[in-house]
């Protein structure tokens, strides 16, 4: 690109949203200009194309002025949006990089453009068959969170009885398919009947349920688990949870992944989980965890899922918005139950 600057258009907080889901107050449109001239770009920094914004719901959890919940710094008003994203080299002041490559970020600004320190970036080398997207998808963030939860905390073995809730989203819809992989029995619960057709008939759970309809879920789960649940990879948190640990087997084992149905309320008006001293008799393991803290598992877990992905044991379902304006209907899609398996953005086609 030999242009000496770009408009970009990017996403920034205007204000914070402690309880509901943000709307066009609290996010807003801007256009910068941003120069690409060599004396504009710091030494050791890359500008670069964005092509995709991963879309993810512990964000809700950076716009709300609190510090609870996930811990997360609060984005700083004024300041532009940030997210897992995809972009392809305009301009490079570090020799390890080239025009045209293709490039990772964690913290990729949610704009159309960006301008970010080479350590900061890694490169992708697209393998045969995959799409960019499924970087951010099976092979990303959600990816790894999924297997975290499976593998490293849930320790799911051949024969375990596994719940997913959240089973269709951008998480769950990969947890279930990794527990399947492990020769598990896997049941997933979902907000739509089109949810429950799509994991049974396209992801191999063995059973899923509609929790707006099976809407007394300790009666769901003793249909669902006659012998009981050995891991419960939780993404709901609340009255789920809870139903949960009703149901839970001796040694069972629960990754606290996120609590989608808590994110959008101050922790007082938050549901209260009144069943823990089952944790005590079952000698339950229960674990939140952050994935951040597991990139150095990051080699490990991308063998395992490309060798999956190839075999067409794991397959990656996600749901695309087109054009940086629609980051925010993205976001709040999240919160709707509307959406099945991973939500992207496509900044640039």
């Known amino acids: 690109m030999a242009t000496a600057e770009v408009e970009s258009r990017e996403w920034y907080v205007a204000s914070y949203a402690p309880i509901g889901v943000p709307n066009s107050d609290h996010i807003k449109l801007r256009t910068v200009t941003l120069s690409l001239q060599a004396d504009s770009i710091p030494d050791g920094n890359v500008a670069f194309q964005i092509l995709y914004v991963s ?29 897992f994203g995809i972009g392809k080299v305009i301009r490079s002041m570090d ?19 960006g ?45 375990s009885n596994v ?3 959240a089973a269709a989203g951008g998480v769950g819809i990969i947890a279930g398919q990794l527990a399947k992989v492990k020769g598990c029995r896997v049941v997933g619960s979902v907000g739509s009947d089109h949810k429950v057709k799509l994991l049974k008939e396209e992801c191999g759970y063995d059973e899923a349920f509609n929790y707006r309809i099976e809407t007394d879920y300790d009666a ?20 789920m949870l809870e139903a949960v640990l009703n149901h839970v087997n001796h040694g069972a084992r629960i990754a606290l992944c996120g609590m989608i149905s808590e994110y959008n309320k101050v922790w007082t008006e938050r549901e209260g989980v009144r069943n823990l001293l089952n944790m005590v008799g079952k000698e339950v393991m229960m674990k939140g965890f952050m994935v951040g803290s597991y990139y ?8 395992e899922m490309e060798f999956h992905l190839k075999e067409g044991k794991i397959k990656s379902k996600y749901k695309i918005y087109n054009g940086i304006e629609t ?22 086609p």
């Open 55 to 83: 879309i993810d719901p512990y964000v809700r959890t950076q716009l709300s002025g609190l510090d609870d919940g996930l811990s997360l710094p609060q984005i700083p008003l004024g300041q532009v949006m940030r997210a």
């Open 95 to 113: 020799t390890n990089f080239s025009e045209g490559e293709i490039v990772m970020s964690r913290i990729c600004p949610v704009a159309e453009f």
């Open 115 to 159: 301008v970010l320190p080479s350590n900061l970036l890694q490169k992708i080398n697209p393998a045969d068959g995959v799409a960019l997207p499924d970087y951010l998808s099976c092979l990303g963030m959600p990816g790894i969170t999924a297997w975290v939860g499976i593998e490293k905390i849930g320790n799911a073995k051949e024969g």
């Open 163 to 165: 719940y997913i809730s």
């Open 220 to 239: 769901a789960l003793t249909k669902y688990f006659p012998d009981g649940i050995d891991v419960y990879f939780d993404s709901v948190g609340g009255k």
């Open 296 to 303: 150095n598992h990051f080699e490990e877990f991308i063998k």
């Open 327 to 348: 980051f925010l209907e993205s976001l709040t899609s999240l919160f709707t139950s509307s959406n099945v398996g991973k939500v992207i953005l496509q900044v640039t």
